[in-house]
């Protein structure tokens, strides 16, 4: 059975992504998150960002 990705939208706050997931940018070069730990990533969907961020749900964008 496939893993499942689950995209929690959070009040106020970013997308936390569980699961498998690919990141890429708008070139379609992905991201490396081989070391990255195996919590969460976070979307950040503030729109105030200068340019879109992602990082591990532990930190701050």
Known sequence: ???TTKITTLDNGPFL???SVVLTDAEGNQF???NK???PVA???CGEAV???WFP???NC
Request: hydrophobic fraction near 35%.
């Open 1 to 3: 059975m496939a893993e």
């Open 17 to 19: 992504v569980n699961g």
């Open 32 to 34: 490396d998150l081989t």
């Open 37 to 39: 730990p195996e919590a």
């Open 43 to 45: 979307l950040c969907r």
């Open 51 to 53: 340019r879109s961020c």
């Open 57 to 59: 749900a532990k930190s």
